[in-house]
């Protein structure tokens, strides 16, 4: 299978909510996503971040979204989102797309990349297998805001 990652283009950006809206609705994530919103989100990823499109032989399979201005700009690459259509997933295609993203970045100078990662996700395997660790010095914080 041949693969290609390439910044998306506007025309792409309804397949990408439809990505999107497919596999953030499953586990962990349960994510309830319109249609309407999930096209809202690909425009402002397209606007504000690094937004790329996934192919393979098919055509587009899923996207990879980078924010560059993150903590540090230009030292921090931050992975935002990553979603491959599910017949496509487990094909190495993942991990393909990092690495892509890592040569990329490492060639505009970033040092570092970081993320978020559901624990319960398809995504913290891969991660761990490219060497992706949880950080030594920082973590993720929350509170719900509902009972305040």
């Known amino acids: 299978m041949e693969l290609k990652l390439e910044v998306a283009k506007k025309e792409e950006l309804q397949i990408l909510a439809e990505i999107y809206k497919t596999e953030f609705s499953k586990p962990p994530y349960n994510e309830n996503w319109t249609d309407e919103k999930a096209i809202e989100k690909m425009n402002f990823f397209s606007k504000e971040y690094d937004l790329y499109s996934i192919f393979a032989?098919?055509?587009?399979?899923?996207?990879?979204?980078?924010?560059?201005?993150?903590?540090?700009?230009?030292?921090?690459?931050?992975?935002?989102?990553?979603?491959?259509?599910?017949?496509?997933?487990?094909?190495?295609?993942?991990?393909?797309?990092?690495?892509?993203?890592f040569k990329i970045y490492n060639e505009k100078g970033f040092k570092k990349f970081m993320g978020i990662v559901d624990v319960e996700s398809k995504a913290f395997e891969l991660y761990k297998e490219l060497g992706i660790n949880p950080s030594k010095k920082d973590i993720l914080i929350e509170k719900e805001l509902k009972d305040v």
């Open 57 to 101: 032989d098919v055509g587009v399979v899923g996207f990879i979204v980078i924010n560059p201005n993150f903590m540090c700009p230009g030292e921090v690459a931050f992975g935002e989102e990553i979603a491959i259509k599910e017949d496509f997933q487990n094909k190495g295609i993942g991990t393909w797309t990092f690495k892509e993203i």
